[in-house]
């Protein structure tokens, strides 16, 4: 397990495919048994570790650091995100629907037990997090979660947007 917790010397992670997986996978776990699909996870994956982008009062910290030039940060992660998923889904950890939206996302049985293994200070905050995310967005749609994420960080959004629309991708 080690391997899959390694850290930078800042003590952060790198964005690997492997360790988006694994993000994927503790935010699904704190929304199951919601499926989520693609765009969902994508804007998930981001506030994850970046929660200090919601503001307020019972925000907490952001588990990585605010750089300057984020603004491509969301057309970078969709694909990161998507690769990881389908890695997740290979080994089991998770489920893939097909449904009249779209395809849709959960975690599977087996993610639980895996996630127990993860304890290092990082991934014990990030599940901390992803609980956080689940609570705060579990009851909203996915135009109401959209429409806080444009609010909120809305200049990544708005260029999302139009790589979805030149590449034939949906957002509803």
Request: aromatic share 8%.
């Amino acid at each position: 397990m080690a391997s899959l917790e390694r850290s930078s010397p800042s003590g952060h992670p790198f964005n690997s495919t492997l360790e988006t997986g694994i993000r994927a996978l503790v935010v699904l776990e704190a929304f199951y048994p919601r499926h989520c699909d693609l765009m969902e996870m994508t804007w998930f994956d981001h506030l994850v570790v970046h929660t200090g982008d919601l503001d307020g009062q019972d925000v907490p910290e952001s588990l990585h650091p605010d750089l300057p030039n984020r603004m491509g940060e969301l057309l970078v992660r969709r694909k990161l995100v998507e690769r990881s998923l389908r890695i997740m889904q290979q080994i089991h950890l998770v489920d893939v629907f097909d449904t009249e939206t779209g395809i849709q996302f959960c975690a599977s049985q087996e993610a639980p037990s895996y996630l127990d293994l993860l304890q290092k200070p990082y991934s014990i905050e990030l599940k901390a997090r992803a609980k956080w995310i689940a609570n705060r967005f579990a009851r909203l749609s996915k135009a109401q979660i959209r429409e806080l994420v444009e609010e909120k960080i809305g200049r990544w959004t708005a260029e999302f947007r139009s790589e979805e629309t030149s590449t034939g991708l949906s957002t509803s």
